[in-house]
């Protein structure tokens, strides 16, 4: 009889300090590396967010080629998020972007006394590629809506602090192969702002992201405002 009496505190012991347990754990951030296969209610920490789009730059005397410019962006290298336990998520992070402006055949980019400039290649040039690539440190600010079965909506906004920038200009001219190349000095604005909305199904998403701000400083450059779509995956 004792030994049943001592088997069942025993069990009375160790159910007690596994809900104990289970009670703090609630107390603490849960750790989330698959924010898309997870409903856990409250802040979790995160990362996703893999973006590959195509790039046009709108409003701008530079003929930017959407086809061949393009952006690959990590949203949320490391982020935080709230789960309201209805559908409802908002997500914090820190991310990083980068962008590839190719401008078609006829245009290069170059770099005079006042800024950036867009011209047209010497007579008889073959081979012309011009591009203006930025880097950026970016911080997302994201709100996604369940509203059916693994699928959600999402819109945000998007701090862009841009600090490297540079342009690429290859032709072959009379006397050859000529490469033209600045780096990090063509007065690309520091920060910029863009919207972001898009739709989720399970782990894959599509995506539309417009910045009203200038690529190129007002007066050092021409007026390249950015649209991109694309593929987000994890967001």
């Given at each position: 009889m004792k030994r049943i009496l001592y088997a069942v505190a025993l069990l009375a012991v160790v159910f007690g300090i596994s809900q104990y347990?289970?009670?703090?754990?609630?107390?603490?951030?849960?750790?989330?590396?698959?924010?898309?296969?997870?409903d856990s209610v409250g802040w979790n920490i995160t990362s996703g967010g893999l973006a590959f789009g195509f790039v046009d730059g709108i409003s701008t005397e530079a003929d930017v080629k959407m086809g061949k410019s393009f952006e690959i962006s990590w949203l949320n290298v490391i982020g935080a998020k709230y789960?309201?336990?209805?559908?409802?998520?908002?997500?914090?992070?820190?991310?990083l972007d980068w962008k590839n402006y190719k401008l078609g055949?006829?245009?290069?980019?170059?770099?005079?006394?006042?800024?950036l400039t867009v011209g047209a290649y010497p007579a008889n040039a073959k081979s012309c590629k011009s591009r203006l690539k930025?880097?950026?440190?970016?911080?997302?600010?994201?709100f996604r809506q369940r509203i059916g079965s693994h699928v959600d909506v999402f819109v945000g906004e998007i701090t862009n602090f841009n600090v490297h920038a540079s342009v690429l200009t290859e032709y072959e001219g009379a006397e050859g192969k000529v490469k033209e190349?600045?780096?990090?000095?063509?007065?690309?604005?520091?920060v910029t702002f863009d919207a972001i909305a898009g739709v989720n199904y399970r782990k894959v998403g599509a995506y539309v992201r417009y910045s009203p701000c200038r690529v190129i400083?007002?007066?050092?450059?021409?007026k390249i405002r950015t649209l991109s779509v694309g593929l987000v995956l994890g967001l």
């Open positions: 347990a289970k009670a703090q754990e609630k107390e603490y951030i849960q750790v989330d590396w698959y924010p898309l296969l997870t789960n309201t336990g209805h559908g409802q998520r908002i997500s914090v992070g820190v991310g055949s006829a245009e290069r980019f170059g770099l005079g006394e006042n800024g930025v880097f950026a440190l970016e911080l997302p600010i994201i190349t600045t780096s990090n000095d063509i007065h690309q604005s520091p400083k007002d007066g050092f450059g021409p």
